[in-house]
Nanobody, 120 residues
Framework: QVQLVESGGGLVQPGGSLRLSCAAS????????VGWYRQAPGKERELVAR???????NYADSVKGRFTISRDNARNTVYLQMSSLKLEDTAVYYC??????????????WGQGTQVTVSS
């Protein structure tokens, strides 16, 4: 079993910054792609940023230049540094990771989400 735990969410004023963390634990052999998604009330879940095992990254157009995704493989942790936050960034942010367990089985895991609220 693989578990993902997000942290770092909270309330921040427009223009502020937050750093989200996604820590993976369990019977992990390898983590490949990791993505941060978000879901605002009444809207569908959308991809915010993704990082591959080779550290290639891609971002939603709405966050390019403001958000940075990175990973620490030694800690099985992926980060999302969010800067210049806008009201429309308010959402629950979820982490998704894909890879292989120690039993050489694929996994596709989701975290429970962390709330980010941008408000003055």
């Amino acid at each position: 079993q693989v578990q993902l735990v997000e942290s770092g969410g909270g309330l921040v004023q427009p223009g502020g910054s937050l750093r989200l963390s996604c820590a993976a634990s369990g019977s992990i052999s390898r983590i490949n792609d990791v993505g941060w998604y978000r879901q605002a009330p009444g809207k569908e879940r959308e991809l915010v940023a993704r990082i591959t095992s080779g550290d290639n990254t891609n971002y939603a157009d709405s966050v390019k230049g403001r958000f940075t995704i990175s990973r620490d493989n030694a800690r099985n942790t992926v980060y999302l540094q969010m800067s210049s936050l806008k009201l429309e960034d308010t959402a629950v942010y979820y982490c998704n990771a894909q890879g292989f367990t120690t039993a050489i089985r694929r996994f596709d895991a989701w975290g429970q989400g962390t709330q980010v609220t941008v408000s003055s």
